[in-house]
């Protein structure tokens, strides 16, 4: 496809009041266009801050409304909000945690591109969805994030597809270790989430700073681009999942110190 100039474009970002999402609403205005934030608390930041919680279909709905209205038109949107909880097993999971996460990552994408979708089709637009490597990697302590990246990925594969005929287009963005709030209080703050990290190949830890993810994706909102992934590194994986994933649960299933720190956050309930 050819580039896609954002220069008088209006773009819409959830969860855009810090981390990923702050940062693609600057790399979008560096770029010349409009940005609507969505979060949970209204930002002013940006061009139009909104207050709204991506699964309130009506919020989002209003969202939507309000930057059409101030604006004129919405072209790009940008399904970054979500959440993450402490590393526990499926088992020992809060019912009610467990599917927070899979309303706030998954159906809370879902309703922030449904709102917006007739407005992208309208203007030829783009949407990004943001999902994980967890989307193809195996989710052992935080089965509700892979889930939900999954399915964020699924949705993302299924509107690439189908806004071919609206001449619209759509991304899924994939994203190892990127040094937000969120990864922090998510892993380095909890010494079980910690020590399962470590057990990833330290060719995959590196981290990368919110600003490169940030650049990552307004340059494949630009190109019109089906996946984005940062680190670069995690795309072999991706790639060949389908090999090396049943390897790689293999051996996790056999290692003794994997299955030994799984029992201890086994142990430790929600």
């Not at 010349?32 to 949970?40: F, I, Q, R």
């Not at 940006?46 to 969202?63: E, I, Q, R």
């Not at 409304?65 to 097993?89: H, K, S, W």
């Not at 399962?196 to 995959?204: F, K, T």
């Amino acid at each position: 496809m050819a580039r896609y100039d954002l220069n008088g474009k209006v773009a819409l970002v959830t969860g855009g009041a810090r981390g990923i999402g702050a940062e693609t609403a600057r790399a979008l205005q560096a770029r010349g266009a409009k940005v609507a934030v969505v979060d949970l608390e209204a930002s002013e930041q940006f061009d139009l801050g909104l207050a709204a919680d991506v699964t309130d279909s009506d919020a989002m709905a209003a969202a939507v409304a309000t930057t059409v209205e101030r604006f004129g038109r919405l072209d790009v949107v940008v399904a970054n909000a979500g959440i993450a909880a402490r590393v526990t097993t499926a088992r020992a999971s809060d019912p009610e945690a467990f599917e927070r996460i899979l309303e706030v990552n998954l159906l809370g994408v879902w309703r922030t591109v449904r709102a917006a979708l007739p407005h992208v089709i309208a203007n030829r637009g783009h949407v990004v969805v943001i999902a994980s490597v967890y989307a193809f990697t195996n989710g052992m302590g935080t089965a509700a994030y892979a889930m939900a990246k999954a399915g964020v990925e699924q949705l993302g594969h299924a509107l690439r597809v189908e806004l071919v005929q609206h001449g619209a287009s759509a991304s899924v963005a994939y994203f190892g270790f990127i040094d937000t709030e969120m990864v922090r209080e998510s892993i380095d703050r909890d010494p079980l989430a910690d020590r399962l990290w470590a057990s990833i190949p330290r060719v995959l830890q590196k981290r990368l700073p919110p600003r490169v993810a940030g650049e990552a994706i307004v340059a494949g909102i630009e190109r019109r681009q089906a996946r984005i992934i940062r680190p670069r590194r995690w795309t072999i994986l991706s790639v060949l999942r389908g090999v090396l994933n049943p390897l790689i649960q293999a051996r996790a299933e056999r290692d003794a110190k994997v299955q030994a720190l799984l029992k201890e956050v086994d142990g430790r309930g929600p």
